[in-house]
């Protein structure tokens, strides 16, 4: 019984999280819409070059979504979501239900790395007609949606915070992973930029 417990994990925003509308009360109704997914299970796996190949092939088997072999590409619904971060390296996301490090551990080669970063990420999910530009007020990145496509996750730094942006939708809808030690900062520098658009917290 006690190997099948998960705690629960405390926000990185506790004490500081306060749903609401912020900023400038706009007739149409508020740009952004920032909230904090909690809780969710990240796992890093990495091989080695002759490894991809049947890593990729370990990935889909074990989550049911196929790993895009192109860096910075991400895959998947959610349930769980692959994002592609550099050459053979890749960020395993679904909400937290299960010891997803275990269950990886078990399904993949044994001389891929395989790295539990759940306790160690906060994630924001930004979204509303003003998101892209938000972003590019805190970002070095190309943030239109010629550039930045659905499915496109790209490392950066997010109001000098340093942070992975995944595109779920053209909506557009963005989720940003970012150490858990920038968790409140990041936060607070979104929320920041997003009073003059109007911003609702949820």
């Not at 550039?147 to 909506?171: K, N, Q, W, Y």
Request: aromatic letters at 6%; a negative charge.
């Amino acid at each position: 019984m006690a190997d099948d417990l998960i705690l629960a994990r405390r926000s990185a925003l506790a004490g500081i999280f306060e749903p609401g509308d912020h900023g400038t009360n706009r007739f149409d109704g508020p740009g952004i819409h920032l909230t904090e997914h909690t809780p969710f299970s990240v796992v890093q796996v990495e091989a080695r070059v002759d490894a991809i190949p049947a890593l990729a092939e370990a990935l889909d088997a074990a989550t049911g979504t196929a790993p895009s072999l192109t860096p910075n590409q991400s895959a998947g619904n959610g349930q769980p979501r692959l994002l592609g971060t550099g050459t053979g390296k890749w960020l395993v996301i679904e909400p937290e239900h299960r010891d997803l490090a275990a269950c990886l551990r078990s399904a993949i080669p044994d001389s891929v790395a395989i790295t539990d970063l759940s306790h160690a990420r906060a994630i924001f999910r930004l979204s509303g007609r003003d998101a892209r530009t938000l972003l590019a007020k805190g970002c070095s990145i190309d943030i239109h949606p010629s550039e930045f496509l659905t499915d496109t996750s790209r490392m950066t730094g997010v109001f000098h915070a340093p942070a992975l942006i995944d595109c779920r939708s053209a909506e557009p809808v963005f989720d940003i992973y970012v150490h858990r030690s920038y968790g409140a900062h990041l936060f607070e520098s979104l929320l920041d930029g997003a009073l003059e658009y109007g911003c609702r917290i949820f």
